[in-house]
């Protein structure tokens, strides 16, 4: 929880925040995945000043249990001075421990953020799925938030001006913003009605401008005249990786060439054979591609 401190922009960990995508739909399936149409409403997580804190907290933290379809975990709700945002015990079940810091009793708002990103931990245990180390695991955890629903919560908690700062979650702003926006272009719903935060709604532009420079990259058709000139000449000198380009050529069994490159819904890679216009269906999240290989 950055807490009037510097707050880190940009995308320093976009390659994880794409690993974990993936990740989810590998473990979830399309299928499950597309059960989750639907984000965390506002006015379910919604938290009066003149609510009971406790009643309230266990309201909210209901909410997004119902979200994730776990029914049977139960999770209790307290406060204490502490450095996180929050904090859960991930023991059996079935009911699970999350701790807040003090500072939520009277920033009411951003408790649904912080139990967001708590029952997120919870759901992926469930799951038992998880990332090698803790700082990885963590974005995993808003990733899986955010892409499935509730994350959104996260982002809105961000706030900045010239003399202080509020942010919740381990990705930055503009990473909350993109994952945002690959839910968003996947389900066809605008997140950015729900911010109360001019700061989140910002974050939530440049992310979808990342999102959508994804899908503009060759050799789908949609990219621009720039990248087609540099995979065309990528593709006559094709040698391997090629620096600073999604795509990689390489030959097969057959001596044909073929190039992968990474889906832009889930990020698994495609591998198809350089042959001109050619339309590739991502097994993994069934995206139908149009590339000119």
């Given at each position: 929880m950055a807490n009037d401190g510097p707050v880190v922009h940009g995308y320093p960990h976009l390659e994880t925040v794409r690993a974990a995508i993936t990740a989810l739909y590998r473990r979830l399936s399309y299928d499950t995945i597309q059960t989750f149409p639907t984000s965390v409403a506002p006015a379910d997580v919604a938290f009066c000043d003149t609510d009971d804190l406790h009643l309230g907290a266990q309201r909210v933290a209901g909410e997004i249990v119902r979200h994730f379809r776990l029914p049977d975990a139960r999770v209790i709700v307290s406060f204490r001075e502490m450095t996180h945002a929050a904090n859960v015990e991930l023991a059996a079940g079935p009911e699970y421990?999350?701790?807040?810091?003090?500072?939520?009793?009277?920033?009411?708002?951003?408790?649904?953020?912080?139990?967001?990103?708590?029952?997120?931990?919870?759901?992926?245990?469930?799951?038992?799925?998880?990332?090698?180390?803790?700082?990885?695991?963590?974005?995993?955890?808003?990733?899986?938030?955010?892409?499935?629903?509730?994350?959104?919560?996260?982002?809105?908690?961000?706030?900045?001006?010239?003399?202080?700062?509020?942010?919740?979650?381990?990705?930055?702003?503009?990473?909350?913003?993109?994952?945002?926006?690959?839910?968003?272009?996947?389900?066809?719903?605008?997140?950015?009605?729900?911010?109360?935060?001019?700061?989140?709604?910002?974050?939530?532009?440049?992310?979808?401008?990342?999102?959508?420079?994804?899908?503009?990259?060759?050799?789908?058709?949609?990219?621009?005249?720039?990248?087609?000139?540099?995979y065309a000449r990528d593709r006559r000198h094709a040698h391997g990786p090629q620096p600073g380009v999604p795509y990689t050529f390489t030959p097969d069994g057959g001596g044909r060439l073929r190039v992968s490159f990474p889906c832009p819904t889930c990020q698994q890679r495609i591998r198809v054979p350089v042959e001109g216009r050619v339309r590739a269906r991502c097994a993994l999240c069934r995206t139908v591609l149009e590339c000119d290989t």
């Open positions: 421990f999350v701790e807040l810091n003090d500072r939520f009793r009277t920033h009411r708002r951003d408790i649904g953020a912080a139990l967001a990103h708590e029952v997120t931990h919870v759901y992926l245990h469930r799951l038992d799925l998880s990332f090698p180390s803790t700082a990885e695991n963590e974005i995993l955890t808003d990733t899986a938030a955010t892409y499935l629903g509730a994350g959104w919560l996260l982002l809105d908690a961000f706030r900045e001006d010239s003399v202080s700062s509020q942010k919740l979650g381990y990705l930055t702003p503009e990473e909350f913003g993109y994952v945002l926006a690959k839910r968003s272009l996947v389900f066809g719903e605008d997140p950015s009605v729900w911010f109360t935060s001019p700061q989140a709604y910002t974050a939530y532009t440049k992310g979808l401008a990342q999102a959508r420079h994804d899908e503009q990259q060759p050799p789908l058709t949609a990219a621009g005249w720039a990248g087609r000139r540099r």
